[in-house]
């Protein structure tokens, strides 16, 4: 069983940025890929970023592609999203997320979930 705790979330200006934590406990935490996802209102959960067990691979959504930066501390237990110049379609819960499996990019592929942070970005 792991357990995630995320963090971070706010309310910020297009423009700005926010960066979001997710801390892990239970089994070991480097031997999952993490990923984050986000729900907007009336919209269906979806991928946003991805890291392998190691950091050394990434993966993003284009929509956030050269904006946010998803990166992990192992020592620390610890998973992170660095969102800069967000703009208000970005308003969303984000939810981070743990896969036992590699290269995942759908919910389902995912086994453990926090209870979400809300972003809120504002025009």
């Known amino acids: 069983q792991v357990q995630l705790v995320e963090s971070g979330g706010g309310l910020v200006q297009a423009g700005g940025s926010l960066n979001l934590s997710c801390a892990a406990s239970?089994?070991?935490?480097?031997?999952?890929?993490m990923g984050w996802f986000r729900q907007a209102p009336g919209k269906e959960r979806e991928f946003v970023a991805g890291i392998s067990r190691s950091g050394g691979r990434t993966n993003y959504v284009d929509s956030v592609k050269g904006r946010f930066t998803i990166s992990r501390d192992n020592a620390k237990n610890t998973v992170y999203l660095q969102m800069n110049s967000l703009k208000p379609e970005d308003t969303a819960v984000y939810y981070c997320?743990?896969?036992?499996?590699?290269?995942?990019?759908?919910?389902?592929?995912?086994?453990?979930w926090g209870q979400g942070t809300q972003v809120t970005v504002s025009s």
């Open positions: 239970g089994r070991t935490f480097s031997s999952y890929e």
């Open positions: 997320a743990a896969s036992s499996r590699v290269l995942a990019v759908v919910k389902r592929e995912y086994d453990y």
